[in-house]
């Protein structure tokens, strides 16, 4: 009988392969793989070809790992769904400690957040989170816990 374990990756399609993994490597993500432009097979028919890199957060093989990838054939095109009432995956949301001199940091950097971060106490939960930009405009959360 089979099982689902949990997820492996997620991955977010960018223009720019080497910006995005500067993005990344901001919000602590390393690189664990790094796979030069080539043909992409079993992903369907379009596109064919591309290069991407597989990012880790720490040191556990089973942690939450991060595909970045930029199309070759045909390019990365097309934008990021304008808000987050769409059907499909809107953001991509990393628990953090710290978040406030996560804040500073990237707007230190330039970034932009989507808001200032709030405390929303969901369900009694001691928390607060912050949405930005990533280079090509995915949707990025972080997310902290209080006890």
Known sequence: ????????????????????????????????????????????PVPRRGRAKLLQLGKDPRGTMLDLLEWTDPPTSGTPYPHLAHVGIARLCLRVKGLDEMVAMLEADGITLVDRPHRPGLNGANHQFVCFLDPDGTVIELMEFFK
């Not at 490597?25 to 664990?32: D, I, N, R, T, Y």
């Open 1 to 44: 009988m089979w099982q689902s374990l949990q997820i492996y990756h997620v991955n977010i399609n960018c223009t720019n392969l080497e910006r995005s993994f500067a993005f990344y490597q901001k919000l602590g993500f390393h690189e664990v793989i790094d796979l030069p432009e080539g043909d992409l097979p079993g992903l369907g």
